[in-house]
Every structure is written in C-alpha cells, then in structure tokens.
C-alpha cells in the first residue's frame, strides 16, 4: 500500500502570510496607539486591548488548526481540545481584569506610590 505525498507549500505559504499580516496589524497598532481606540472603553478595558486579545487567540487557534492538523480531526477531537482552552482562556481574562481593577484601586487612592 502506497501513500501519495501531497505538497503543502502553497497552504504553508498561505498560513504563513496570513499570520504575519495579523502580527503586522498588531506591531503597527502596539506603536501607534491610535487615541480613537486607546481611549474608548468597552466591558472595563480600552478598545485596543480588546483588539490585541482577539488577534491574539485568533493566531493561536489558527496556529493549532494548521500546524496541529487539527482541522482533519473529527469533530468531537477539536471540541475536546478547544472547549478546555477556551474555558480556561476566560477564566484567566476574568481573573486578570478583576484583579487588575482591584490593584488599581488600592494603589490609586492610598498613600503608596507605584513602584512598578
């Protein structure tokens, strides 16, 4: 029994263009910081955060779906797999803007200064 090599330069090349033009949006927001979405507010956090978290588990959940091979697995492999980081995904933001605000808070109005 003989397997047939298939060439998967043209979908490599594809993945690897798509990936870097989403760094790219996210290297040219990260220095230009456009005052439209810094400092627009949405669920307690700016705008362009927002933007950068989305871009982010885009990249990642693209990254697993291609060179992971995820994408001929059956479907109740990808959920078994995806629906555990995506759970533990939001615990985590949950965690990160609830304890931030709180950090922000005691710092803000205390008589200790920043030191970080």
């Not at 993945?15 to 033009?21: D, H, I, R």
């Not at 949950?94 to 005691?106: A, D, M, N, R, S």
């Amino acid at each position: 029994m003989s397997h047939e090599h298939v060439s998967n330069t043209k979908r490599i090349w594809f993945v690897f263009g798509l990936l870097s033009v989403v760094t790219t949006v996210e290297v040219i927001l990260g220095i230009y910081k456009p005052e439209s979405l810094e400092f627009t507010h949405f669920i307690g956090l700016n705008l362009l955060n927002w933007i950068f978290y989305i871009l982010t588990v885009f990249k990642a959940y693209y990254i697993v779906w291609a060179f992971m091979h995820m994408e001929g697995e059956k479907s109740s492999l990808r959920w078994s797999v995806v629906s555990p980081v995506i759970f533990l995904v939001l615990y985590l933001l949950f965690i990160l803007l609830t304890e931030g605000h709180y950090i922000y808070g005691v710092f803000k109005d205390s008589t200790i200064k920043w030191n970080f």
